[in-house]
């Protein structure tokens, strides 16, 4: 009995090294492809319809393409699919028909046990932060790195510097209920793009925070995606998306609705984004910097 | 080996957290370890002796006094010949006296016998020995059919002798506390059965958002389950040594003592203590390791 389940373990270890090394070549491969000049969006969706179990039809006949370093988002009200949505980009419900590719791979001919090596390249945020409560900032963050099995002098390296990225440095050895909302959720950022992935999902991010968190949050956001991370945003927000003139997905009822290019969109660093949100908003800093406001904009917390 | 290393550490560390539910585990395994412990030598030592009565239950067939040795031995073939027959002894008169010397000894009775003054009453015998005391009544009537006109298989035989009824009244004894005392073990076995796994239950309930977590981060199944199978086999290991530790310490002040004054208990071929230990040790290690391992199925359907 201990000897076989010592040698599966070790059949399990090398199976999952062999894998790492497999996906080592992948990436390589990946990034010899960049140069390429034709590569596959990183999310596509041809006609993807997603039934639950009961017959409710969550998606139909979604079809959109995002392309790589795009900022997204998904907007639509309770239960339109938004969720779900998500749920089907890191496998965890599969279309009932349709196509749903990541990066070029159509996760229904994924393998089951494939899928957790596409989470890997996924990070995801969501409104509820997710955190693990009895773990520090650093345990919290590091936690992904371990389930990749990536080495230790790697992990004591990345994680203050993702730290630092999301402005958390003071509170690496912080447990989670010691933290505001917003500093929970750039732990939480923090933990999905510690990685780098080329992809990244937040649900409702902001969903739980404050108007002046959520320019922060949404900061942060941006930042990432100017790192080259394609980013897709689901959220309740819309003055928010109205501010941050990106392209807009709206959903209702399961069906995209509405496909909005961002027609005002302009190139601008992450700190000329936060001072022009803010003072759209009419939130925070924009009003000490003595920004001339426009007095039409909507009021804060409306 | 960095894995196996993550692996018991987060196993211990889900022990220390959830330190009430552990100790319930650890409880009910001592508590299913020390019955097993204790049952298991009881119902190998009442079957024991169910097989010494056993071996004692025969058949006495007597001839007539007058009858010669001839027709004696022409009736042993006959018996011989019985469906289900295991063998017979043919007791001449003077091998039935000293039989019937052996049996009763030096008492008043005996000095009785001693003073036959060369006469033997003894008619020949024959003890007739069956594959399974339980077809004892079968070979009777086959010897001597019942009612009032049937003649017995040899005219030879004057009766048969079933003998022994104290003996068959003890075998039903021990049947039934046999089957009474199995009976009583299974029930506790799967009492306890299902008190380990809902236990366990309860802890990977308490944890199912780190369940969440891993899967999220991309942990791949074995990987979030082996923990938990690890955290299953400290309990299983810990409950079992404190319970083999508490038998032990009852073998040596309760029943080492005893064998000693009563020569009963030397009799019984109990179970060895070695084996034994190695049995319960293994069978709770298993059934926590299991429990755990299989109740995680439920909650890691990608």
Known sequence: MRGASQKTLRMALLRTRRRRNRAREGRTRGDDAAERPRRPPIVELRDATV????????????????ARGEFVFVVGPTGCGKSTLIRTLIGEVRPASGEVLIAGHDIDRLRKRRIPHLRRRIGTVFQ???????????????????????????????????????????????????LSGGEQQRVSIARAFVNHPPLLLADEPTGNLDPETSIGIMQLLYRINRTGTTVLVVTHDREMVDKMRRRVLAL????LVRDQAAATYHEESTSEFGVRVRAEMGVGEGHTNGEPIEPTASAPGS | ?????????????????????????????????????VFIPVIRASSTTTENVQSQLALYVYMYPDATKKQAQAAEKRINKIHRVKNTDFVSPNEGLNRLRENIGKSEIGKGITQ????????????VHPDDPNDLPAIQRAITPPGKHAKPISPAIQEVNSGQKAAQAIRTVTNAVKVMLTVIAALLLIVSLLLIANTIRLSIYARRREVEVMRLVGATNWFIRWPF?????????????????????GKVTIIDPLAENFALIDNFSTVGFVPLIIVLLAASIVVSALGSGITLRRFLRV
Not at chain 1, 51 to 66: K, M, Q, T
Not at chain 1, 252 to 255: P, S, Y
Not at chain 2, 229 to 249: Q, R
């Open chain 1, 51 to 66: 039934v639950y179990p009961g017959g409710h039809v969550a998606l139909e006949r979604v079809s959109f393409e995002i």
């Open chain 1, 128 to 178: 509820d932060f997710k955190l693990l409560p009895n773990r520090t900032v650093y345990d919290n963050v590091a936690y992904t790195l371990k389930v990749t099995g990536e080495r230790r002098s790697e992990i004591r390296r990345k994680v203050p510097e993702i730290l630092r990225l999301v402005g958390l440095q003071g509170k690496v050895h912080n447990y989670p209920d010691q």
């Open chain 1, 252 to 255: 209702n009822e399961g069906r």
């Open chain 2, 1 to 37: 080996m960095r894995r196996i290393f993550f692996f018991i550490a987060e196993a211990f560390r889900a022990l220390r957290r959830s330190a009430s539910p552990s100790l319930a585990a650890i409880v009910t395994v001592v508590m299913t370890t020390l019955l097993l412990g």
């Open chain 2, 116 to 127: 036959l003054q060369g006469k033997n009453p003894l008619p020949y015998s024959v003890v």
């Open chain 2, 229 to 249: 199978v690890i955290e299953g086999l400290v309990v299983g290991l810990t409950g079992a040594a404190i319970a083999v530790g508490m038998l032990w310490i």
